[in-house]
């Protein structure tokens, strides 16, 4: 399945063209690589998704077309959660955010 898709089927992402556009600006990885909105993901992969000032790392448990908003969260695990500070982006280069 795409990415974009993913994330706003699991509802990661409220709509699929704000879920490509934060793929586009570089915010999402996975598994440690930056990832395109068209990047394929597949049960297992590990996400992490920059919102803002908060960097969320997701664990893929299984993949559907279509979810009511009940189950939007069976389709994910969270694995962390951490606030990352804006200075942070500019003062080290290699970090990948």
């Known amino acids: 399945m795409r990415l974009d898709k993913y994330l706003k089927v699991s509802r990661l992402v409220k709509r699929?063209?704000?879920?490509?556009e934060v793929c586009?600006?570089?915010?999402v990885h996975i598994n440690g690589r930056l990832?395109?909105?068209s990047s394929t993901v597949k049960?297992?992969?590990e996400l992490a998704i920059r919102y803002g000032n908060k960097l969320a790392t997701?664990?893929?448990?299984?993949?559907v077309d279509t979810t009511k908003k009940e189950e939007a969260a069976t389709?994910?695990?969270l694995v962390s959660e951490e606030?990352?500070?804006?200075?942070e982006e500019k003062v080290d280069p290699d970090y990948p955010w």
């Open 75 to 77: 389709m994910y695990t």
């Open 58 to 63: 997701v664990k893929i448990e299984r993949i």
């Open 35 to 37: 990832a395109k909105s």
């Open 43 to 45: 049960e297992g992969d």
């Open 16 to 20: 699929r063209t704000m879920a490509k």
């Open 24 to 27: 586009d600006k570089g915010r």
């Open 83 to 87: 606030r990352i500070q804006q200075q």
